[in-house]
């Protein structure tokens, strides 16, 4: 199961990477921390949270492909780090 949550963070990690919302500058806009606690967050609740129940039922059940809910958490990623 580790491996299916590793390989679940390091696409999402990539997605919000490439998205271009993370600033690593050392400066007062470096968000690196922040964007990392936030895909963490995201992770934890796509695992076991409420917020995420409807989509972890969809992987389950293979109602949806894994890309789209992978697209989800990277979206709702963005949208926070983004977020002032």
Do not use: W
Not at 20 to 30: M, T, Y
């Amino acid at each position: 199961m580790t491996d299916g949550i590793s390989t679940l963070a390091q696409a999402v990690m990539r997605g919000v990477a490439a998205s271009g919302c993370v600033v690593s500058d050392r400066g007062a806009r470096d968000n690196t921390q922040r964007a990392v606690d936030i895909m963490r967050d995201e992770l934890k609740a796509f695992i076991n949270g409420a917020r995420y129940a409807d989509a972890r039922d969809c992987v389950l059940r293979g109602s949806l492909p894994d890309r789209t809910i992978v697209a989800l958490i990277i979206a709702n990623c963005v949208s926070r780090i983004t977020r002032p």
